[in-house]
């Protein structure tokens, strides 16, 4: 099972783009990598996912390298309602049993 | 309509008591998870069933037995409470036991607050 590391916490002012980067190095070749965004007091959500290169929708973008040992999910000019925990998710599904890391939060300051 | 429910939102009550959290998806998803999220904020799996089958029970105390009346309900029956099970749980689905890959992933209730006193 793939661990992940992100970074604690971020600041950004709004209207910026923000890039929160995960490192995965022991991916597996049938790993996914998901990001899911949580609110307090609510459930994750999921934001995007990918296997390689670059993935976009209308919420975000995911960047992943050749190497597939990191991925950075970037969120186009945050608002103040951006602020909220993002946790990078790396597995194949089936029998894994995964667990999340420990979230980026993010804080969008005015 | 509410894609995964869970009941009820909040839920205190006291050491040695029994108490249940339902969870129902109307999603039409095959797989259903329960989380438990400390006050750290991890998030650790607790149980995975597909199709009613139990697939995933990881190592939990014995007091937590989930039962799932069909594909579409999930719960969780907890006995004997302690104080170190007060928590947040979650409910979770994804539309094959591959949650981590595919289009959403897992769609995730909005959890249940349990405070043991």
């Known amino acids: 099972l793939a661990k992940t590391t992100q970074p604690i916490s971020m600041d950004s002012y709004e209207g910026q783009e923000v890039n929160i980067t995960c490192s995965h190095n022991?991916?597996?070749?049938?790993?996914?990598i998901t990001w899911y965004q949580q609110f307090p007091s609510q459930g994750p959500r999921f934001i995007i996912q990918?296997?390689?290169t670059k993935v976009t929708n209308e919420v975000a973008s995911l960047f992943i390298p050749a190497d597939r040992k990191s991925s950075t999910l970037s969120l186009p000019r945050v608002s103040l309602s951006d602020t909220a925990v993002y946790y990078c998710l790396v597995g194949a599904g089936g029998y894994q049993k995964v667990t999340f890391g420990t979230g980026t939060k993010l804080q969008v300051i005015p | 309509d509410t894609a995964v429910s869970q009941t009820p939102k909040y839920l205190v009550t006291q050491m040695g008591n029994d108490k249940s959290i339902k969870c129902e998806q109307n999603?039409?998803?095959?797989?259903m998870y329960w989380y438990k999220q400390d006050s750290k904020k991890f998030l650790k799996i607790m149980f995975s069933y597909n199709n009613k089958e139990l697939i995933i029970n990881e190592t939990v105390p014995n007091r937590f037995s989930p039962k799932s009346p069909d594909k579409a309900h999930l719960n969780l029956h907890i006995n004997s409470l302690e104080l170190g099970d007060s928590a947040v749980y979650f409910c979770a689905s994804s539309q094959d036991y591959y949650g981590d890959r595919g289009n959403y992933g897992y769609t995730f209730g909005s959890g249940t607050r349990l405070t043991v006193v």
């Open positions: 990918g296997y390689k």
């Open positions: 022991n991916i597996a070749t049938n790993d996914y």
């Open positions: 999603l039409g998803h095959d797989t």
